[in-house]
């Protein structure tokens, strides 16, 4: 594999984009120069798309076999380069040490299972009501998928959508968040080069939203565009979309709830809420948002979370003891510092925390905060644990249902089939009983309601995402058209 990443890759090629700006590649913890990389353009965009529809229409007829072989191929070779990935993701995303390897393994669990895809494009043949005729439905790729991969968990959240659509018979062009173009983008072209995939299917074009990000959805090529990030980019994905009459896959912002009921177990939800809050410095859609506790056993929670919280280690990701990097900009932490400040003037304590060195915010616990205060309404994505008394169960289902969102959440109760009630009445595409928010299986499908996205990733469901059907009606014998067609 690549180690130096400073070019696009279109058509099979490594390339210089043709922007007159560029991309400076830096590491978040301590600003070391990690490359710069020419931009792409809108010419590059359109390069690399064209090269992708070219590509697809043999690609889209090869065997299952050879789709699957390439698949499996790339999978061996991430799993040679693990430690090579690991390092790329902590100096470029700010990721711990123990964060990247286990997105690096998810990622992989994730590649094997669309390389199972070439066999179940499955189809059926069903009655018709007309005499002699058979119905044959056939599941067949879309063509061209668009994919932008966010910074956050940028190898997981890219290889989902680019594995999907490559083993179900697509051409792919990617365009990495700017602040991860390796991660996010670069190094799947070296990787699935090196599995021999066919010249011009998967193109990664660098490039600045403001240059190229229109683009890359109205493009008249691509037939899906598969986005995770925020919930205002997503909206504008949407609404372009929508207009070039183009399925989207969103996966968007996240208000995730964490509900302890009065009979939960107080050290299993402590080290739940622990993982879910803090694991890569909050910086995940799935993230637990609202820490929701019944009042009666709240203090008891309070002080066994934060004698946990205060072990953690805050630091350089690169060291394997850390628990807490970086947030990926300065920019990050500001907003994140404003929304404390302001929800402590509306009454709410930082009883742990609060404060930053640049963009190394320590990690943070906040009581006495109620559902419409700054650090509860918006996401966070950073290391602050916004913590919120209840005084019954129906109190608590309102107010995990009061915000517009609803990707992840969890409900911890010593009564399974409690809980497992009360997560049916919250409205989110995930919940989990006795766990934390943040869980992803690559067979189970992943993906919020209301403004949270739409559509799901993974399994059969990924499936329906990134492939089309098509009715062919076969009439075996010559149909009766009654008297529209009689003889005068």
């Given at each position: 594999?690549?180690t130096?990443?400073?070019?696009?890759?279109?058509?099979?090629?490594?390339t210089?984009?043709?922007?007159d700006?560029?991309?400076?590649?830096?590491?978040?913890?301590?600003?070391?120069?990690?490359?710069?990389?020419?931009?792409?353009?809108?010419?590059?965009?359109?390069?690399?798309?064209?090269?992708?529809?070219?590509?697809?229409?043999?690609w889209?007829?090869?065997l299952?076999?050879?789709?699957?072989?390439?698949?499996?191929?790339?999978?061996?070779?991430v799993?040679?380069?693990?430690?090579?990935i690991?390092?790329w993701?902590?100096?470029?995303?700010?990721?711990?040490?123990?964060?990247?390897?286990?997105?690096?393994?998810?990622?992989?669990?994730?590649?094997?299972?669309?390389?199972?895809?070439?066999?179940?494009?499955?189809?059926?043949?069903?009655?018709s009501?007309?005499?002699?005729?058979?119905?044959r439905?056939?599941r067949?790729p879309?063509?061209?998928?668009?994919i932008?991969?966010?910074?956050?968990f940028?190898f997981h959240?890219?290889?989902?959508?680019?594995?999907?659509?490559?083993?179900?018979?697509?051409?792919?062009?990617?365009?990495?968040?700017?602040?991860?173009?390796v991660?996010?983008?670069?190094?799947?072209?070296?990787?699935?080069?090196?599995?021999?995939?066919?010249?011009?299917?998967?193109?990664?074009?660098v490039?600045?939203?403001s240059?190229?990000?229109?683009?890359?959805?109205?493009?008249?090529?691509?037939?899906?565009?598969?986005?995770t990030?925020?919930?205002?980019?997503?909206?504008?994905?949407?609404?372009?979309a929508?207009?070039?009459?183009k399925?989207?896959?969103?996966?968007?912002?996240?208000n995730?709830?964490?509900?302890?009921?009065d009979?939960?177990?107080?050290?299993?939800?402590?080290?739940?809420?622990?993982?879910?809050?803090?694991?890569?410095q909050?910086?995940?859609?799935?993230?637990?948002?609202?820490i929701?506790?019944?009042?009666?056993?709240?203090?008891?929670?309070?002080?066994?979370f934060?004698?946990?919280?205060?072990?953690?280690?805050?630091?350089n990701?690169?060291?394997?003891?850390?628990?807490?990097?970086?947030?990926?900009?300065?920019?990050?932490?500001?907003?994140?510092?404003?929304?404390?400040?302001?929800?402590?003037?509306?009454?709410?304590?930082?009883?742990?925390?609060?404060?930053?060195?640049?963009?190394?915010?320590?990690?943070?616990?906040?009581?006495?905060?109620?559902?419409?205060?700054?650090?509860a309404?918006?996401?966070?994505?950073?290391?602050v644990?916004?913590?919120i008394?209840?005084d019954?169960?129906?109190?608590a289902?309102?107010?995990?249902?009061?915000?517009?969102?609803g990707?992840?959440?969890?409900?911890?109760?010593?009564?399974?089939?409690?809980?497992?009630?009360?997560a049916?009445?919250?409205?989110?595409?995930?919940?989990?009983?006795?766990?934390?928010?943040?869980?992803?299986?690559?067979?189970?499908?992943?993906?919020g309601?209301?403004?949270?996205?739409?559509?799901?990733?993974?399994?059969?469901?990924?499936?329906?995402?990134?492939?089309?059907?098509?009715?062919?009606?076969?009439?075996?014998?010559?149909r009766d058209?009654?008297?529209?067609?009689?003889?005068?």
């Amino acid at each position: 594999m690549k180690t130096d990443f400073t070019k696009l890759f279109i058509n099979g090629e490594w390339t210089d984009g043709n922007s007159d700006s560029t991309i400076n590649n830096r590491n978040p913890y301590d600003g070391a120069d990690l490359g710069t990389i020419k931009a792409a353009s809108k010419k590059d965009l359109d390069h690399a798309y064209q090269s992708a529809q070219k590509a697809q229409e043999e690609w889209a007829n090869e065997l299952p076999q050879v789709k699957r072989e390439v698949m499996e191929k790339a999978v061996r070779i991430v799993e040679e380069n693990q430690e090579m990935i690991i390092d790329w993701l902590i100096k470029e995303s700010g990721s711990t040490y123990m964060k990247a390897a286990g997105e690096v393994k998810v990622s992989i669990l994730s590649m094997k299972e669309a390389a199972t895809y070439p066999y179940r494009m499955e189809g059926k043949i069903l009655p018709s009501q007309v005499p002699g005729k058979e119905n044959r439905v056939y599941r067949e790729p879309l063509g061209v998928v668009g994919i932008i991969s966010p910074w956050n968990f940028p190898f997981h959240l890219a290889v989902r959508s680019i594995a999907t659509a490559l083993a179900t018979g697509n051409g792919v062009v990617v365009k990495p968040a700017t602040h991860t173009p390796v991660t996010g983008g670069l190094l799947f072209a070296s990787i699935f080069e090196e599995a021999g995939l066919p010249k011009g299917l998967l193109n990664v074009v660098v490039g600045r939203g403001s240059e190229i990000g229109d683009d890359i959805v109205t493009h008249p090529i691509p037939r899906l565009i598969s986005f995770t990030g925020s919930t205002e980019v997503g909206r504008r994905i949407g609404e372009l979309a929508g207009k070039n009459l183009k399925k989207t896959a969103l996966e968007l912002g996240g208000n995730n709830v964490f509900i302890v009921l009065d009979d939960a177990d107080i050290d299993q939800a402590v080290e739940s809420a622990l993982f879910g809050k803090f694991y890569h410095q909050g910086q995940i859609c799935m993230s637990i948002n609202r820490i929701m506790v019944h009042k009666d056993i709240h203090d008891k929670f309070v002080d066994a979370f934060v004698s946990r919280v205060k072990e953690l280690n805050t630091g350089n990701p690169a060291e394997k003891a850390t628990h807490i990097g970086p947030l990926i900009d300065e920019d990050q932490a500001e907003r994140i510092l404003k929304d404390i400040d302001a929800s402590k003037e509306q009454g709410a304590e930082v009883i742990l925390g609060g404060d930053a060195k640049d963009n190394l915010l320590s990690p943070t616990v906040m009581t006495g905060v109620t559902n419409d205060m700054p650090i509860a309404k918006n996401e966070i994505f950073g290391p602050v644990a916004a913590i919120i008394a209840f005084d019954d169960d129906e109190e608590a289902v309102r107010l995990a249902n009061e915000h517009p969102y609803g990707l992840s959440g969890a409900v911890h109760s010593s009564s399974i089939e409690r809980g497992t009630n009360f997560a049916h009445r919250v409205q989110t595409g995930m919940i989990h009983v006795n766990d934390e928010s943040v869980n992803d299986e690559p067979h189970m499908p992943f993906g919020g309601e209301k403004d949270s996205g739409l559509g799901r990733f993974n399994g059969e469901w990924a499936l329906e995402e990134f492939t089309t059907v098509k009715w062919i009606g076969v009439q075996h014998k010559r149909r009766d058209y009654g008297p529209f067609i009689e003889k005068r």
